[in-house]
């Protein structure tokens, strides 16, 4: 989905631990749009320090 925050495209999926590395060249079968290019990534939403503001007001 969308991520207004981002500003991109973001997903989560489990990997084989091959393939679950920084910068990875993956394939995404899609249901509806069929192969869509991908490249694995640390989550960026990931902030064990609390850094981030996450909410309005």
Same mark, same amino acid.
């Given at each position: 989905?969308?991520?207004?925050?981002?500003?991109? $495209?973001?997903?989560?999926?489990?990997?084989?631990?091959?393939?679950?590395?920084?910068?990875?060249?993956? $394939?995404?079968?899609?249901?509806?749009?069929?192969?869509?290019?991908?490249?694995?990534?640390?989550?960026?939403?990931?902030?064990?320090?609390?850094?981030?503001? $996450?909410?309005?007001?």
């Amino acid at each position: 989905m969308h991520s207004p925050l981002n500003g991109w $495209t973001v997903a989560i999926a489990r990997l084989p631990v091959d393939c679950a590395n920084a910068g990875t060249a993956l $394939t995404v079968q899609c249901a509806e749009h069929g192969a869509i290019a991908a490249t694995t990534s640390p989550m960026p939403f990931f902030d064990p320090e609390k850094k981030r503001r $996450t909410a309005k007001g």
